[in-house]
């Protein structure tokens, strides 16, 4: 049970990172920021940190 | 024509056309190390012109450039190990290409930076020149890579 | 006219890397060229202000054409390895 935990804290900590970087990005990469740009780019920096979190494990496994 | 548009206008010639012409002769290996080093000078050129037209949009190509041409080369390297990993580049051709697709980078980003009105147009010219940094000396490290291994684990 | 200056130089590129892609025979390294000649012909539209023509230029030109010429070369000479019964069926 306590290593299921751990192993669920990892993955958030790790989507968290991806999701930091890549919002970021996207706050440094758009024209004018206001609050429907916020908002989409979060929504599209979670998809794209879990993608990046399966990729990262998909090329780990090879 | 100003400074900007001038620098740019020698760096075609100066950078990008002798790398066009080496793409154009030799082995496989020197077309693509060739082909990646003219990606990164495109691009450079783009971010020039970009400041001499005095159209901060126009770094949205060399963003684009920096992200697609590392993928492009590294679609040769996929599709052409075989070939590539049939012999292995001196340590001389290695460094001279990394030093070749990564020195101009900071050389042409910084005085645009220092150009551009501070903000997040700065910080978007620094994720580009970083991105170009980074992809140049992974396409660079992977093409000469030695046979049977090794530069393969980014992927 | 030195504000031509840069249309000349980029259409002088494009006129050397297409020669040259015309002049390649082997499919793979016209490949090659055929990415150089992308770059010239994007820098060439960004020049002449057209930076919607030039994006898409890029997107083709670096990435796209280089796999699906490679690609194509790939399976035509998987295909001629292996027997002729995969071309009977």
């Known amino acids: 049970m306590a290593r299921r935990l751990t192993a669920v804290a990892q993955a958030v900590a790790e989507v968290a990172a991806w999701w930091t970087v890549l919002a970021g990005l996207w706050l440094v990469l758009i024209q004018t920021v206001d609050t429907l740009e916020c908002c989409v780019g979060a929504g599209a920096a979670l998809l794209a940190a879990l993608g990046g979190r399966a990729a990262r494990r998909a090329a780990e496994q090879r | 024509m100003n400074g900007w548009l001038a620098a740019a206008c020698a760096l075609l010639l100066a950078g990008f056309l002798p790398a066009l012409l080496c793409v154009c002769t030799g082995p496989v290996r020197r077309r693509v190390l060739a082909q990646n080093l003219a990606t990164v000078l495109a691009a450079l050129v783009l971010l020039l012109l970009s ?29 052409l190990r075989d070939e590539l990993r049939a012999a292995r580049p001196s340590a001389r051709v290695t ?21 551009a009105a501070p903000g997040r147009t700065t910080l978007k010219l620094l994720a580009v020149g970083c991105l ?3 992809g140049s000396a992974l396409c660079t490290r992977a093409l000469t890579a030695p046979p049977g291994g090794g530069a393969g684990d980014e992927r | 006219m030195s504000a031509e200056l840069p249309v000349a130089f980029a259409l002088l ?28 012909l994007a820098v060439l539209f960004a020049v002449l202000q057209a930076p919607d023509v030039a994006l898409s230029e890029l997107a083709v030109g670096t990435a796209l054409t280089p796999l699906m010429v490679l690609l194509s070369v790939r399976k035509v000479r998987r295909k001629a390895r292996s027997e002729r019964r995969e071309e009977h069926e």
């Not at chain 2, 949205?60 to 679609?75: C, E, N, R, S, Y």
């Not at chain 2, 990564?102 to 645009?112: F, M, Q, S, W």
């Not at chain 3, 006129?15 to 770059?39: E, I, K, M």
């Open chain 2, 95 to 115: 460094r001279t290409m990394t030093v070749l697709g990564v020195a101009p980078v900071p050389l042409v980003v910084a005085p645009v930076c220092a150009a």
């Open chain 3, 13 to 40: 590129l494009v006129a050397v890397a297409g020669t040259a892609t015309v002049l390649t025979r082997d499919p793979v390294r016209q490949a090659a060229v055929l990415a150089g000649f992308g770059l010239a």
């Open chain 2, 132 to 134: 170009l940094v980074a």
């Open chain 2, 51 to 79: 400041q001499g037209y005095a159209r901060p949009s126009y770094t949205d190509m060399a963003l684009v450039l920096a992200v697609l041409g590392p993928v492009g080369t590294l679609v040769y390297e996929r599709l």
